[in-house]
C-alpha cells in the first residue's frame, strides 16, 4: 500500500488547453514530489514539497505549476498544454524513501 | 551533477537462469542508493535500498550490494521467474539530499519460458 492516490487515470486533452492533475497522500509525510516519465520510460523529477514549501524545482516549462494547500495534496496544473506533455505524471511521498502513486496518463492531441 | 548509469536497455533471460543488471553512479555526496521496479502499466515500487557500503541488501529474491570503491550497486537474482519481467530503474539520492531521486534509464527484463 503506497498511501498514494491520484486522479484522473487517464486525461486526453487538445493543445493550448490547462489541465489540473490531483494527488493525495494519507499517511501525513512532509515531503510530496511530481515526477514525469515519457515515452521512453525516462524517470524525471520535476518538482518537490516538503511541508507546502517548494523545495525543488527542476527545469520546467513555466507552464507547469505545483499546487499544495497542505501536506497531504500536491496538485499539477499545466497551463497550455502541448503535444510533448504527453506522459505518464507520477506523484511520490516520503523522503529518503520514495513511494509512487498509480499516475496519470496524460495524451495531448 | 548526479548521475546514475545502467548500461543494459534490454536484458533477455530463459527462467531459472541468474541475471545481474548493472548500476554504477555519481556523485560528490554520501549516496542511498534504490531499485525500482515498473511492472506494465504500473507505477514503480521499491525493490531494495541500501547506504551501507559492503552489506549485501536483499528482497523478494533480488539482492545489491552497495560498493562506493567502484560506484556500484548491481542487481542480482540467482534465478529468474516469468513473473521478473518488468522495467528495472537504479536511483541515487545524496545523503544530504534526500528529497531528490535522480534515476537512470532503466533496464527492461525480460524472462522467457
Known amino acids: 500500500e503506497t498511501a498514494v492516490f491520484q486522479t484522473p487515470n487517464y486525461h486526453v486533452t487538445q493543445v493550448g488547453n490547462e489541465v489540473s492533475f490531483n494527488c493525495k497522500q494519507t499517511l501525513g509525510h512532509d515531503t510530496m514530489y511530481w515526477y514525469k516519465q515519457d515515452s521512453k520510460k525516462l524517470l524525471k523529477i520535476m518538482f518537490s514539497?516538503?511541508?507546502?514549501?517548494?523545495?525543488v524545482n527542476e527545469t520546467v516549462p513555466r507552464r507547469f505549476s505545483p499546487q499544495s494547500s497542505d501536506k497531504a495534496h500536491l496538485n499539477l496544473r499545466i497551463k497550455s498544454v502541448e503535444p510533448e506533455d504527453s506522459a505518464v505524471y507520477l506523484c511520490?511521498?516520503?523522503?529518503?524513501?520514495?513511494?509512487f502513486g498509480p499516475g496519470t496518463r496524460l495524451l495531448v492531441l | 551533477g548526479d548521475s546514475v548509469t545502467q548500461t543494459e536497455g534490454l536484458v533477455t533471460l530463459t527462467k531459472g537462469l541468474p541475471v545481474m543488471l548493472n548500476c554504477t553512479y555519481q556523485?560528490?555526496?554520501?549516496?542511498?542508493l534504490f531499485w525500482y521496479v515498473q511492472h506494465l502499466n504500473e507505477a514503480p515500487k521499491l525493490l531494495l535500498k541500501s547506504s551501507t557500503d559492503n552489506k549485501r541488501t536483499e528482497h523478494q529474491g533480488f539482492y545489491a550490494t552497495l560498493h562506493k570503491s567502484s560506484s556500484s550497486f548491481h542487481l542480482q537474482k540467482s534465478s529468474v521467474q516469468l513473473s521478473d519481467s518488468a522495467l528495472y530503474f537504479c536511483a541515487l539520492s545524496p545523503s544530504n539530499m534526500g528529497y531528490k531521486l535522480t534515476f537512470g534509464t532503466g533496464t527492461s527484463l525480460l524472462v522467457d519460458p
Open positions: 514539497y516538503n511541508n507546502k514549501q517548494l523545495i
Open positions: 556523485t560528490t555526496y554520501s549516496p542511498f
Open positions: 511520490a511521498r516520503n523522503w529518503d524513501t520514495q513511494y
